[in-house]
C-alpha cells in the first residue's frame, strides 16, 4: 500500500445517516489531512517491547479504557473543542464472557489499543473522536449510541440469550461489529457459532480486495498479517520467522456479514492480530514500521471510516 507519509486521498462527501430510525452520533468525516501527516509524528517507534501477555487488568467499575493502566509505553492524551461533547466518535469495546477455551478475554489490549487507534484517527483525518472511549455490554441500554463495536479475541466469545437478542437488533439497526485477534480453525468455529445465533440464516463471505472498504481513506491492496509484539519483534532478526500464532493460521482472511442490502454488519479479521498493532507500536521501531504502521493502523482507520458513512 502507498505510504501514509504521503498519499493524498480525494475528500468525499461523508455523513452518517440513522438506519431504521436510530440516530447515531454525527460525524464530521472527512478524510487525510496532508502529506505533512504522517503517523510517526506521535511517537511510533519509541521506547521498548515491554513483552507480556496482551490481556489486561481492567477494574470492574471501569467503564472507559481511561480507567486503565498502560500496558505498553502510554497513552495518548487530547481533548476536543469545547461544544463537540456529543458531535464524535467512540471506539466502543465490547465486554463478555468467555466461554473456557483456550485465549483471551475481551480485556485483550486495552487500553493502548483503543486510545492509540482513536488518537490515530483524529490525527489522520478530520473527524473527532472521544479521547476516552468506551466499555459496555451488548444488553447496555447506551449500545445504540454506539455506531461501531469491536470484539476481541471472540474465539473465545460466549453470549447468553438476552445478549444475543440485543446483538442482533444492534446490526439490524445499522450497527457494525468488529472480530479481531483470534487465531486457527477452533476459535473460528467458535466466532462463527456465536455470529449464526446472532444472525441466523447469514454466513460469513471473504471480503475481496475491491470491496470499498479498502479504499475508503487509505488504498489497501493486501491482507497483511500483524503478528503480536513478540513473534514481530523475533521476525526483524529473521525474516523467515513465523508472524501466525497457529500451525492452522497462517493465512489472513477478512470475512464479512452483509444485509439485504449489501452492507457489511459483521467483519471478521482471521489469523491477525491488529489490536497489537495498535497497542504496541511504541515498542519497536521494526514493528511500528511494519505492521502497525503498515498494516493495522490503515485498517483500522479504513474500516471505521466504512462503518460511519454505509
Known amino acids: 500500500m502507498e505510504s501514509p507519509s504521503t498519499r493524498r486521498p480525494t475528500t468525499p462527501r461523508a455523513r452518517h445517516a440513522a438506519a431504521r430510525g436510530r440516530r447515531w452520533i454525527p460525524a464530521a468525516l472527512a478524510l487525510l489531512l496532508g502529506a505533512g501527516t504522517a503517523f510517526a509524528q506521535w511517537r511510533?517507534?519509541?521506547g521498548r517491547w515491554r513483552g507480556g501477555g496482551g490481556e489486561s487488568y481492567v477494574p470492574p467499575d471501569a467503564k472507559t479504557p481511561r480507567d486503565v493502566d498502560t500496558h505498553s509505553t502510554g497513552t495518548p492524551v487530547?481533548?476536543?473543542?469545547?461544544?463537540f461533547a456529543s458531535d464524535v466518535f467512540t471506539f466502543a469495546r465490547v465486554k463478555y464472557d468467555h466461554n473456557g477455551m483456550m485465549g483471551g478475554g475481551w480485556q485483550t489490549d486495552t487500553p493502548d489499543s483503543d486510545l492509540n487507534l482513536s488518537y490515530r484517527l483524529q490525527q489522520m483525518t478530520s473527524m473527532r473522536v472521544d479521547p476516552d472511549g468506551r466499555f459496555l455490554r451488548v444488553t447496555?441500554?447506551?449500545l445504540v449510541r454506539y455506531p461501531f463495536v469491536y470484539i476481541v479475541e471472540p474465539g473465545a466469545l460466549f453470549l447468553g440469550e438476552a445478549e444475543v437478542a440485543a446483538l442482533?437488533?444492534?446490526?439490524?439497526?445499522?450497527?457494525?461489529?468488529m472480530l479481531d485477534d483470534f487465531w486457527g480453525e477452533?476459535?473460528?468455529?467458535?466466532?462463527?457459532m456465536v455470529m449464526r445465533q446472532v444472525l441466523p440464516g447469514k454466513t460469513f463471505v471473504e471480503l475481496p480486495l475491491d470491496h470499498p472498504l479498502y479504499h475508503g481513506v487509505f488504498q489497501i491492496?493486501?491482507?497483511?498479517?500483524?503478528?503480536?509484539?513478540?513473534?514481530?519483534?523475533?521476525?526483524e532478526f529473521d525474516p523467515e520467522h513465523r508472524t501466525w500464532e497457529r500451525e492452522d493460521a497462517t493465512e489472513v482472511h477478512h470475512r464479512a456479514i452483509l444485509d439485504d442490502k449489501g452492507r457489511i454488519m459483521v467483519l471478521a479479521t482471521h489469523n491477525?492480530?491488529?489490536?497489537?498493532?495498535?497497542?504496541?507500536?511504541?515498542?519497536?521501531?521494526?514493528?511500528?514500521?511494519?505492521?502497525?504502521?503498515k498494516i493495522s493502523f490503515p485498517l483500522g482507520?479504513?474500516?471505521?471510516?466504512?462503518?460511519m458513512t454505509h
Open 44 to 46: 511510533g517507534g519509541r
Open 78 to 83: 487530547w481533548t476536543n473543542p469545547a461544544g
Open 140 to 142: 447496555d441500554p447506551e
Open 168 to 177: 442482533r437488533n444492534y446490526l439490524a439497526n445499522g450497527g457494525f461489529l
Open 186 to 192: 477452533a476459535e473460528w468455529d467458535n466466532a462463527a
Open 221 to 235: 491492496r493486501e491482507k497483511g498479517q500483524v503478528p503480536n509484539i513478540r513473534l514481530g519483534a523475533q521476525s
Open 272 to 293: 491477525t492480530d491488529n489490536g497489537d498493532g495498535w497497542e504496541r507500536e511504541g515498542e519497536s521501531d521494526y514493528y511500528f514500521h511494519n505492521f502497525s504502521e
Open 301 to 307: 482507520i479504513n474500516i471505521i471510516f466504512y462503518a
